[in-house]
Structure formats: C-alpha cells, structure tokens
C-alpha cells in the first residue's frame, strides 16, 4: 500500500519549506545576478525580491521595503495561499475574495515597475 500526497498537502509545504528556508538562513547564499541586469547593467522590477523576503523572514521590514516592495506583497500572497489551503475547501474569513488575489497581484505589478522605474 502506498502513501498518496494530495496536491494542497505537497503545496503548502513548498509554500511552508521555502518561508522557512529564508527564516532560518543566516545569511543568502551567493546567487549570480540575474539574466537582465548581467546582459543590461539594468535592474528588473523584481531586483531585490529575494533579499526583500530574506528581510522580511528576520522581522526586518524597512530593509524588506527598500530592498523591493513587491517582496512583502510576494509574501502576503503566499501567507494567504497557506490560509486558504489549510482550510481546504471549507470558508475561510480571510480578507477578500478571489478579486483579493488580483488586487495583490496588481500591487506587485505596480511595485515593480516603480522600484524599477525609481533605480534608473
């Protein structure tokens, strides 16, 4: 007899392992810089997301801030997607509703393009 995961159980642990990932990490391994900015020497809207949620995982929320804003938008997302895949299936009184999810999904849009717009 084998063990079957369901979808939402191996979802929420990538969701839980990678908050948590960034939350023990003392510091961020040496990443290479991304694609754009090697071929460019310009940052993309999402320069600074990995190390704005590496911050906001220690409780550091200006450095989060300045580093990219769609970083803390990022992780609201995720906290909420945990939410509504614990409850699995059931109401939830969780801010919003589907209209939610896009509305954050648009902060991140409009976060990125200013943090992209003010580092030029």
Do not use: Q, Y
Not at 12 to 26: D, Y
Not at 31 to 50: E, M, N, R, Y
Not at 74 to 103: P, T
């Amino acid at each position: 007899m084998g063990f079957l995961l369901d979808r939402r159980a191996i979802e929420a642990a990538l969701i839980a392992g990678g908050l948590a990932t960034f939350a023990l990490l003392e510091r961020l391994p040496a990443v290479p810089l991304c694609v754009l900015k090697l071929a460019t020497g310009v940052d993309c809207p999402t320069c600074g997301t990995t190390r704005a949620i590496f911050s906001l995982m220690h409780g550091d929320v200006a450095a989060a801030w300045a580093f990219n804003p769609v970083g803390i938008v990022v992780v609201a997302i995720l906290l909420r997607r945990l939410v509504m895949l614990a409850a699995n299936g059931r109401r939830v009184a969780v801010v919003g509703s589907d209209g939610f999810g896009a509305a954050l999904l648009m902060l991140v849009f409009v976060f990125g393009v200013t943090h992209f717009l003010a580092a030029r």
